[in-house]
């Protein structure tokens, strides 16, 4: 199960911490991965992190922006957001890939995460 939190209202070039806490899943070989859905679009790949190396990969639209950690004690993966900006608003999803997969094409399609956590709106004013 995945719960994920801390979204909010914020203006253009604030700063936002999201939480996803993990339980009941092993995730020592996992990817975790946060991805993002606004309005009338499709669900788009943010960031992953491969769980036992805390290597971190980002999309092109956040790379510098937005920071993955997590507190392995927690079973906790983060999403620090910086510099936001209106076009960032969306609803904000953790999941996670049982496997890390070595194929980087791989990490950006939602259909390679089996678990998904409910998702925590992110608002973003101008």
């Known amino acids: 199960q995945l719960q994920a939190s801390g979204g909010g209202l914020v203006q253009a070039g604030d700063s936002l911490r999201l939480s996803c806490a993990a339980s009941?899943?092993?995730?020592?070989?996992?990817?975790m991965g946060w991805f993002r859905q606004a309005p009338g679009k499709e669900r788009e790949f943010v960031g992953v992190?491969?769980?036992?190396?805390?290597?971190?990969y980002y999309a092109d639209s956040v790379k510098g922006r937005f920071t993955i950690s997590r507190d392995s004690g927690k079973n906790t993966i983060y999403l620090q957001m910086d510099s936001l900006k209106p076009e960032d608003t969306a609803v904000y999803h953790c999941?996670?890939?049982?496997?890390?997969?070595?194929?980087?094409?791989?990490?950006?399609?939602?259909?390679?995460?089996?678990?998904w956590g409910q998702g925590t709106q992110v608002t973003v004013s101008s």
């Open positions: 992190m491969r769980w036992s190396m805390a290597r971190t």
């Open positions: 009941g899943l092993s995730l020592g070989s996992a990817g």
């Open positions: 999941a996670v890939d049982p496997v890390w997969n070595v194929d980087p094409r791989a990490w950006s399609r939602p259909d390679s995460y089996s678990y």
